[in-house]
C-alpha cells in the first residue's frame, strides 16, 4: 500500500506539472525574460530559483532515502511532522493573501544572465527526477530520518516533510509566474 502522504504530494507534483506546462512549456525568450518592475523576477528568474532550490534538495532528500533503507526503517503508514517543519512549510504554502518571502542568498537567481530556455528545460527535467525521488521513499520511514536543510542547519526536515517543502514552494512561484504573465503589459509573444 503506497504511503497516503507521498500520494498526495505526487499529486500535488503533477498538478504544479501541468500548471507549469500551461504557463511557460510555449513561452518565448522574451516573455520567459519579461518582468513587471526592476525589482520583479522574470519567469526565467523564477524557474532558475526554483531549480536551486530543487537540485540542493534532490540531493539531500536522495540521502536521506537511502538512509532509511540501509537503516532498514520500514513505511509504518503514519507521517509525523515537527511543529516547527509544519509552521515553516505553511508558511511557504500559497495563500489567497500571500505576503512576499525573502530568497536566501544562495537561492537568488543570479542578474543580468542571459534569457534562454535552459531553465525551463533543467525546470521539467526536475519535476521527473521529483516523481522518481517519490518513487524511492515509496516503503521507507519518510518520518524517521532527518536531512538537513540548504538555508539553515537550525532547521531539519523528514523526508516526508523536504518533500512537502519542495512542492509548496514550486506551487508559491507557479502562481508567481502566473501573476507576472496576468499583468496588462506582459507580451504576447
Not at 500548471?19 to 524557474?47: F, H, I, N
Request: a positive charge; glycine letters at 6%.
Amino acid at each position: 500500500m503506497a504511503n497516503a502522504h507521498l500520494a498526495d504530494i505526487r499529486q500535488r507534483a503533477l498538478n504544479n506539472r501541468a500548471l507549469a506546462e500551461s504557463l511557460v512549456a510555449d513561452m518565448s525568450v522574451e516573455q520567459l525574460g519579461w518582468s513587471p518592475t526592476p525589482k520583479s523576477w522574470s519567469p526565467v528568474e523564477v524557474l532558475e530559483h526554483l531549480n536551486s532550490a530543487a537540485e540542493k534538495y534532490h540531493a539531500l532528500i536522495h540521502n536521506a532515502i537511502a538512509g532509511s533503507r540501509g537503516r532498514g526503517l520500514r513505511d509504518d503508514g503514519e507521517w509525523r511532522t515537527g511543529w516547527l517543519q509544519r509552521w515553516f512549510v505553511n508558511q511557504i504554502e500559497p495563500k489567497p493573501k500571500m505576503r512576499p518571502l525573502p530568497a536566501p542568498g544562495s537561492f537568488v537567481p543570479a542578474p543580468g544572465r542571459p534569457v534562454d530556455t535552459r531553465s525551463r528545460d533543467r525546470f521539467f527535467e526536475l519535476g521527473e527526477s521529483l516523481q522518481d525521488l517519490l518513487g524511492e521513499a515509496e516503503g521507507v520511514s519518510i518520518s524517521k530520518v532527518r536531512l538537513g536543510s540548504p538555508i539553515t542547519p537550525v532547521l531539519r526536515f523528514n523526508i516526508g516533510e523536504a518533500v512537502w517543502l519542495l512542492v509548496a514552494h514550486e506551487h508559491r512561484h507557479l502562481l508567481q509566474i502566473q501573476r507576472v504573465c496576468a499583468h496588462p503589459q506582459y507580451p504576447s509573444s
